[in-house]
């Protein structure tokens, strides 16, 4: 029998994987276990994070904790704005916080990011949607509306609480677009300029678990176990956006957000397809797995597909972007060289943005 061709072509040079160093509770009630790891990592004073959505939560949270929670900080906004960040570091020390509890979306964690980046205050993270930040050492910072990211190991939750009950209420539009994100993840770790053989499983394991989750998430948004398959999926998904590099993708969705105040989850599900598109001659091992992932024989149109079938947008032209804008976020993309499995062309990069602009299945 041949053996895997990743672990072929992986072992013929030399591969690095480095495992996040995050514990993880998965499951049903997860939840209730948190005065119990806070206890665990000796912490005493937990500083609950939310977004002013999700107050409720962050009361949760600090009933729980009872005289462990400090107190809540429910300030969180996309992005990570550096004033913000400074405000809650300021309210972190006034509290003698020796710990935050950031529970949320990708916005809250990246404020518990922002808060460790500068004082080392540990995090524990409850996620509570599919964007998988809470999986990475990546760290995003906005000053001027200019979003800066960057690697730091001690942003990267000490540990991670899972609750697929802490998800029902995300509606089904969100999550949807939320998977979409998570699967970007996955898709960019298949390609990404150093792949290796765990990474890939993980990678394959997570597209597959979201994209048998997603669907039956829209039919009943409530059903816990359809939940429990997209958080299984996020948790995977992030985990080798943690551990490997991104391409075109990310890069675009990166200046489409940062520019243009775009929607994140919205601009990731809609760039996808396109992306997948550009790369999909130069990635036929990723392509193969994402196929296989998805039950399609075509990762890129059965991407499409899918995004189309779910509902969620496929269209930049639906979500704020100008077409007159496309030249100069093409130009934006192209002005720092990063890796991508096909080389990067100022035309390629236009022709995939007017796709995605127009919502065009794509075409290989
Ligand atoms: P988000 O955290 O901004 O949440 C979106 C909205 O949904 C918020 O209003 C929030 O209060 C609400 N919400 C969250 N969970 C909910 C739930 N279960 N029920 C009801 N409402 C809920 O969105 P996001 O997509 O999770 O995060 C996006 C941000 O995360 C971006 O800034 C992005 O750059 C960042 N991100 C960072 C990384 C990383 O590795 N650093 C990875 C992915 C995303």
Not at 186 to 203: D, G, I, K, S
Request: with cysteine; aromatic share 6%.
């Amino acid at each position: 029998m041949q053996p895997d061709a990743d672990l072929r072509q992986s072992t013929r040079g030399v591969f690095v994987y480095e495992a996040p160093a995050s514990r993880v509770i998965f499951g049903i009630n997860a939840l209730d276990r948190l005065p119990r790891e806070i206890e665990r990592l000796g912490l005493k004073r937990a500083l609950v994070l939310s977004t002013p959505q999700q107050q409720p939560l962050a009361r949760t949270v600090a009933g729980l904790l009872g005289a462990t929670c400090a107190g809540i900080f429910a300030n969180a906004v996309m992005h990570v704005p550096v004033e913000i960040a400074h405000q809650a570091r300021v309210e972190a020390a006034r509290l003698g916080a020796d710990c935050v509890v950031a529970a949320g979306g990708g916005s809250t964690i990246g404020l518990g990011k922002a808060i460790a980046l500068q004082s080392g205050l540990p995090v524990v993270a409850v996620p509570t949607t599919y964007a998988g930040s809470e999986m990475t050492p990546i760290y995003g910072l906005t000053e001027a509306g200019r979003k800066v990211t960057g690697r730091d190991r001690r942003v990267l939750p000490k540990t991670v609480i899972y609750d697929p009950l802490l998800t029902l209420d995300l509606p089904p539009s969100v999550s949807v677009t939320s998977g979409f994100n998570a699967i970007a993840h996955a898709v960019e770790a298949l390609y990404a300029e150093e792949p290796n053989p765990v990474t890939a499983l993980m990678a394959e394991e997570g597209i597959r678990a979201l994209v048998q989750g997603l669907p039956s998430l829209v039919e009943d948004p409530r059903d816990p176990d359809s939940r429990g398959h997209c958080l299984y999926g996020a948790w995977l998904c992030g985990a080798v956006l943690g551990t490997t590099g991104m391409a075109i993708h990310h890069k675009l969705c990166h200046v489409l957000g940062g520019t243009w105040n775009l929607p994140h989850a919205d601009t990731h599900t809609i760039v996808l397809p396109h992306a997948m598109a550009y790369n999909y001659a130069a990635a036929p091992q990723a392509m193969a797995r994402i196929a296989r992932a998805t039950g399609t024989t075509n990762a890129a149109t059965g991407m499409f597909d899918l995004i189309k079938r779910l509902k969620a947008p496929t269209a930049l032209g639906d979500i704020g972007m100008k077409h007159a804008d496309l030249p100069r976020a093409a130009s934006l993309a192209m002005s720092e060289p990063y890796y991508n499995p096909r080389p990067v062309t100022h035309e390629g990069i236009a022709k995939l943005l007017d796709d995605a602009f127009f919502g065009r299945r794509p075409v290989l």
